[in-house]
């Protein structure tokens, strides 16, 4: 409830504050201030009203997996199961270990010494190969990321920015997986096989259309190349080395790549069909009318519909929000790569932007495609992925107990 | 610490039974026996004999190679070992 007051606080003053030194327009002669101002709060209201809705599941689900077992600890006792859950798999006995041998101290300064400790140990475990393993990749990377920037700049223009973003990001990555011993799991090779293809086409993508029209770079400036190899290194590290907690169930990861599929097809078959001058107006209505729901609908039944399928087949929250996650990060790269190419092969035909306006220059076609695909599909289509994965929780199985766990992984 | 496991071979022992015995802190304590369970030095299992409501704890001796690292650095103290384990407390 605190988070959904915070939540709705803040959304009052985002609005008095733009209602107040922004003052949205109108025409004079058909609308009002007042009325103005009402609809942008009614739009305001709907996503926010989504979002605090999901927010309050996903803590409604921690509380009851793991918040109750967290507030009965101690707070050394949360610092060490906060500690031992950073373990990889195959670690985690030695973090089961500590925690049982935790509960064996009294008094409360042995107990924050043996937690701090031991939580010291648990985040230092050796990694793997050794440190000189570690320092060498991250030599490596850092050289990378170094070279990257004037060498990419140089090839294409304006996407020297991107580079060493996403080059950086990855290379984090590849260098926390080698400190923390954690190993690469494609939980399920086709998804993961299609998300890596997706980013790959999204970066192919960027390089051809900058290199057609170079004047683009000003829509990729340091912010968004950032905020572009964010999303793009964020979807590989999930289909590559999604933690546990993510979910481990390998029909999700089907579901969510499978509607993610489904949802660029249909893009590309009304992007196509509503440039085709063999369909008759009548006809072309009729798709662009089909194209508008697509497009506002569409990033809402990509999220919800396999969320709630995986949900109800493997009867968990987690896995229904494990579908809704891999529909994201198969549909964004996947939809961001299709805008552009669409939008390069429109412009050339009719000199109009993929789907507003005309007359613009080609490259806004660009930041089109990053505010759509990678802002908007996620901030409206998100919520839907908690909701769809929400709409069974009774059904859930009850989680195994660590002890239980514990217990059946006895080593001779 | 492995001279220490070697005392009673076939006994048991808990992590903090070991720290107290060895004035060892966990947070240097679990990555010896980490170290040594890797190289197969060290056997692990599980006591899930404990009083209700409390998670079974981890219990551990050396094996076969262990007692022989043992039977070696106690032979031959003045000798560094060729397993390199740190003692200083954590």
Redesign the interface.
């Known amino acids: 409830m605190v988070t959904a007051g915070a939540v709705v606080a803040a959304w009052a003053v985002l609005y008095v504050v733009v209602v107040t030194t922004a003052p949205l327009s109108y025409d004079p002669a058909t609308e009002s201030a007042a009325k103005v101002n009402r609809e942008f709060a009614l739009l305001l209201a709907v996503p926010t009203a989504l979002w605090v809705a999901a927010a309050l599941m996903l803590v409604d689900h921690w509380w009851f997996r793991t918040g109750i077992r967290m507030f009965a600890m101690d707070p050394p006792g949360r610092l060490l199961a906060a500690a031992v859950a950073t373990l990889p798999d195959h670690r985690r006995e030695w973090g089961m270990a500590m925690n049982a041998e935790l509960a064996e101290v009294r008094g409360r300064s042995p107990r924050w010494q043996f937690a701090l400790s031991s939580a010291r140990a648990a985040l230092r475990l050796p990694p793997l190969g050794g440190w000189p393993v570690l320092a060498l990749t991250t030599g490596v990377v850092a050289a990378a990321v170094a070279a990257a920037g004037p060498a990419v700049d140089a090839a294409v223009p304006g996407l020297g920015a991107f580079a060493v973003s996403f080059l950086g990001l990855v290379g984090a990555m590849v260098v926390l997986a080698v400190a923390r011993l954690r190993r690469v799991r494609l939980p399920a090779p086709a998804p993961t096989l299609l998300v890596t293809g997706g980013v790959a086409a999204a970066i192919t993508m960027t390089v051809i259309f900058l290199l057609r029209d170079p004047a683009a770079a000003r829509y990729l400036p340091p912010a968004n190349a950032l905020f572009l190899a964010a999303v793009l290194a964020g979807c590989l590290w999930i289909a590559v080395a999604a933690p546990r907690s993510l979910g481990t169930n390998r029909l999700a990861p089907h579901l969510g790549v499978a509607a993610a599929v489904v949802f660029v097809v249909g893009q590309l078959v009304l992007i196509r069909a509503s440039s085709d001058p063999r369909i008759e107006p009548a006809g072309q209505q009729l798709v662009q009318g089909l194209a508008a729901l697509w497009f506002w609908f569409g990033p809402v039944a990509v999220f919800f519909v396999p969320a709630l399928v995986a949900g109800s087949v493997g009867r968990s929250f987690r896995t229904g929000l494990q579908a809704g996650i891999w529909a994201g990060i198969a549909s964004l790269p996947l939809t961001y790569a299709l805008w552009l190419h669409e939008a390069l092969r429109l412009y050339a035909i009719n000199g109009g932007l993929l789907w507003f306006g005309d007359g613009a220059p080609e490259g806004e076609n660009l930041g089109a495609a990053l505010f759509w695909s990678l802002r908007f599909i996620p901030l409206l289509g998100l919520p839907f992925a908690v909701i769809g994965a929400a709409i069974r929780p009774h059904t859930a199985r009850p989680p195994v107990a660590p002890t239980q766990h514990a217990a059946a992984t006895i080593k001779p | 610490m492995v001279l220490a496991l070697a005392e009673k071979p076939t006994a048991w022992r808990?992590?903090?039974q070991l720290?107290q015995q060895l004035g060892l802190?966990?947070?240097?304590?679990?990555?010896i026996?980490?170290?040594l369970a890797d190289r197969g030095l060290l056997?692990?299992?599980?006591d899930?004999d404990v009083p209700a409501g409390?998670?079974?704890?981890?219990l551990y001796r050396l094996t076969g190679s262990g007692g022989a690292l043992a039977t070696e650095l106690a032979a031959a103290p003045a000798r560094r070992p060729h397993l390199k384990v740190r003692s200083q407390g954590?």
């Open positions: 808990y992590g903090y720290c802190k966990p947070g240097s304590l679990y990555p026996l980490v170290r056997e692990t299992t599980w899930t409390r998670p079974p704890r981890h954590a």
